[in-house]
């Protein structure tokens, strides 16, 4: 029986609404609404940025908060990650809402550029995040945006300053990081095989090529990452009107590769996160 695939949906990145992503979500409302729709398109875990009213990212956890609960009353189960990403701040800012204790929270484990930025992650950040992440009982998702990241967060897994076992989201079309490579991608997916056996994987296609990584994802064996945060379109000529459209998407896809979406009870078996609380 092949795996089934935990569907992630990032809904809402940094970037303001413009013409080709009418539908991102930006109030809070917005945010558990459009949540709400991808969960029952398929996806059983949402990765969270929330946003001021005048659209800049925030750092608030106030506000992480009310998106948080918003999401816990309207889809059971589902998988909640927030972004510890320089969008939510700055230095330690960025763990500031790890205490409200999401199931999941992204943690990249070295520095990287992007487009118009270095994504700056120092190596006392990394430890003092990862260690936040310990401290509130919230598995990290380990970005790695290149090579030496899978290895450091192996490094780390060894040493107790990660939990095993660990989940890591290889990126790539970032412009200016590491570009959609099939080779690049196999080669990541066999060393982490290599360096952490027990370790679950999702592919995220930054851009156009997002869909190409879902594929190779799906055939390799690995989970998958779709939302606004990472692309807007369905194909070069179609913009996708909503999250749960790309999650569809990628539901679509599945059946190619004989896979099928998670449950979410399957979703947190496999990332072996505590079932759903109840009531
Ligand atoms: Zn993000």
């Not at 260690?131 to 030496?148: H, N, Q, W």
């Not at 939302?227 to 909503?242: F, I, K, Y």
Request: with cysteine; aromatic share 6%; proline share 6%.
């Amino acid at each position: 029986m092949t795996t089934p695939c935990i569907i992630t949906v990032a809904i809402t990145g940094s970037l303001p609404r413009k013409k080709d992503n009418p539908a991102v979500p930006i109030t809070v409302a917005e945010q558990v609404e459009s949540t709400h729709a991808a969960f029952e398109a398929g996806a059983t875990l949402v990765h969270l940025h929330v946003r001021n009213e005048d659209e800049t990212t925030s750092s608030d956890p106030a506000r992480f908060a009310l998106v948080q609960e918003g999401i816990r009353r309207h889809c059971p189960g589902m998988i909640i990650q927030f972004s510890t990403g320089g969008r939510s701040g700055t230095g330690h800012e960025r763990g500031g809402m790890l205490p409200l204790r999401p199931d999941m929270a992204s943690l990249a484990t070295g520095s990287v550029n992007f487009p118009s930025r270095i994504y700056e992650n120092s190596p006392e950040l990394v430890d003092w995040l990862a260690a936040e992440m310990l401290r509130y009982g919230v598995k990290p998702e380990i970005e790695a945006f290149d090579l030496s990241m899978i290895f450091q967060a192996a490094s780390m897994q060894r040493d107790g300053r990660l939990k095993a076992p660990l989940h890591v989201q290889f990126v790539m079309g970032v412009k200016n990081a590491m570009p959609v490579d099939r080779e690049v991608f196999e080669f990541y997916v066999n060393t982490l095989r290599r360096l952490a056996p027990d370790a679950t994987w999702t592919g995220a296609g930054i851009g156009r090529d997002q869909f190409t990584l879902a594929r190779w994802s799906l055939e390799l064996g690995g989970h998958c990452r779709t939302g606004m945060e990472d692309n807007v379109r369905l194909d070069r000529d179609t913009l996708a009107p909503s999250n749960a459209a790309l999650v569809a998407r990628v539901v679509e896809l599945c059946a190619e590769y004989g896979r099928r979406p998670a449950t979410v009870a399957e979703a947190r078996r496999l990332l072996s996160l505590p079932p759903a609380a109840t009531g």
